[in-house]
């Protein structure tokens, strides 16, 4: 087509959205609104503690890549923004523990803590950092699973126990929160002095269970003892690094602890409230004005690489993406993590599956992820309302503002048919990309009809479509 005038592209625009329900076709109409503005979109992400980043570093170099670009890269891959590391409370390091950086008990709980260097890189972790940040990453969230053992009631990291020194404890050894807070900061600060900067720090993992390996109990009126002790001691040390708390093993385990803390009156003091997806699914958004994530959730059954078997199978790639697409639409979250991105564990606990140092393959969870990823949702971006009318009632929509103007739609046919789905309320001009994944396709590119100004897709049942207009108005 000839260049045409902006006042001319406008004035198709506006044409365009006046015309979108002239009758060329009944299907239903997902309607997107960008003035009306929600939740800030932070980014997807995964972690590979407990020793997945030294299962990625151990594969040979093609494997490795592999890896790393399906995660983080936004052009070969998804386009993770998030990478949440653990922050380790282990006396030594046998696959799959993460050592401590003050793994030896010092003389009393006011003696300086014995520290030594993050050991083997931090099991990898700052190796896959700079790999992560080199492909887009921007938030690296730190995230201890428990205090080390001397720290705690029950002497071990393993077991549940509490930290020494809050509410309801009375250590002979006494009180260790200051001390746990001074190890935190050190954590940090090694990591800054390598470049990498710790954007949040956690010092809780599901503090509601009481496991065989890393854990620590604490309800919110405790973990507001401690934090009232981490926050001064970041801000002496001139870190940046916010707090996230409580990454409960579910969503209303974790709304418990929120509660606490907010009666303790110490949500100022909080940057991030974390929570994952096991013991209560994500629901009802939390009452707090801090950003909100979704950080650890998969599913354990067995290695499972389909997009869809039955209804609401946990480790479909369709469950996964109704689960994130709700995470942001109904609980309002601005993040949202799987558990790990990859690992040679033989269940669904990752989204690839590493089989010795050779063979990475991809589950289609992944491509639920993608979806909802920076190659479409940029970091600072709004999810704007988006509604979805006519159909059979199966069909789950949402919108992003991107910054720069460009925009992505998701759509989730979650019934047997195939609709036609017509897009209203988004400006554009020239094409509308489209991206359609499902049992057959992984993010597969095309272009949306356009039919005297309405814009529309083919959208087969169990599939995920998204709509993507570029900041220029053009599809790419
Ligand atoms: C955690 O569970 C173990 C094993 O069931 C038990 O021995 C221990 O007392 C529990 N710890 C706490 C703090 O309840
Ligand atoms: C060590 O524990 C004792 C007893 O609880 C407490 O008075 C003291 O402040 C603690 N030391 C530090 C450095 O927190
Ligand atoms: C939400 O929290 C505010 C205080 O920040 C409180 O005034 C309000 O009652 C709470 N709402 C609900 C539904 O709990
Ligand atoms: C993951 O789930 C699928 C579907 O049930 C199952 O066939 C597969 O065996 C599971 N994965 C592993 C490693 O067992
Ligand atoms: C995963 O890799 C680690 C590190 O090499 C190894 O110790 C472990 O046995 C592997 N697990 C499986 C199930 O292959
Ligand atoms: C892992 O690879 C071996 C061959 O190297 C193969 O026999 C085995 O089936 C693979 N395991 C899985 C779970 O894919
Ligand atoms: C890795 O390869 C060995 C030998 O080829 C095989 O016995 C083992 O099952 C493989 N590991 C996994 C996780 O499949
Ligand atoms: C789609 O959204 C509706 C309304 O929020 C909800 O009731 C339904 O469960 C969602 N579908 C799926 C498959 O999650
Ligand atoms: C889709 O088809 C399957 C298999 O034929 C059937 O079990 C299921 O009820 C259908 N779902 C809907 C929403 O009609
Ligand atoms: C070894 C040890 O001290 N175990 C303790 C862990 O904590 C629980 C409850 O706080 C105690 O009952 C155990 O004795």
Known sequence: MAVRSTTIVAALAALAEANWGGGYNSGPVVSVNTQQK????????????????????????PSQTKVLDYLFSKTKGIGMTILRN???????????????????????????????????????????????????????????????????????????????????????????????????????????????????VGFLN??????????MQ???????????????????????????????????????????????????????????GYSSKPGAPFNTSKH????????????????????????DGLTWANYVQQGFSRSNMNGFLYWWGAANTTDNQSLLFINNTSEVKVTKRLWAFAHFGSRFVRVGANRVSASVAGGDGLLNVTAFANTDGSRAVQVINNGNNTETVTLQGVQYHGKVTTVLTNEANDLTYGVAR?????????????SLLSFYIESNGHGW
């Open 38 to 61: 929600y939740q800030v979109y932070d980014g997807i992400g995964v972690s590979e503690a407990f020793q997945r980043s030294l299962v990625i570093h151990e594969l040979d170099t």
């Open 218 to 276: 604490s309800d919110g009126r405790q973990a507001a003892d401690f934090i009232e002790v981490l926050y001064p001691t970041l801000k002496r040390a001139g870190l940046q690094t916010q707090i996230a708390c409580c990454d409960g093993s579910g969503w209303e385990q974790n709304r418990e602890r929120l509660t606490g803390i907010q009666q303790a009156g110490d949500e100022d003091k909080l940057g991030l409230v974390t929570a994952h």
């Open 86 to 200: 653990g922050l380790g409370s282990s006396p030594d390091q046998p696959f799959d523990l993460m050592k401590s950086i003050a793994p030896t008990a010092p003389r009393s709980n006011s003696s300086q803590l014995n520290f030594i260097p993050l050991p083997r890189e931090d099991q990898y972790q700052v190796w896959l950092s700079y790999q992560a940040i080199s492909r887009g990453v921007d938030t690296i969230y730190a995230d201890a699973w428990s205090a080390d053992g001397y720290m705690k009631t029950n002497n071990t990291e393993n077991y549940g126990g509490y930290l020494c020194g809050v509410t309801g404890t009375n250590c002979a050894s006494g009180d260790w929160r200051q001390s746990y807070a001074n190890k935190i900061v050190k954590y940090i600060q090694d990591y800054e002095a390598l470049g990498i900067k710790v954007k949040y």
């Open 206 to 215: 599901e503090p509601d269970l009481n496991t065989t390996y890393a854990s």
């Open 450 to 462: 356009n039919q005297r100004g309405a814009v529309s897709a083919v959208v087969p049942g169990k």
């Open 292 to 315: 909100v994530w979704q950080t650890e959730w998969s599913s354990f059954d067995p290695i499972n690489y389909k997009w869809y078997t039955k209804e609401n199978y946990q480790s």
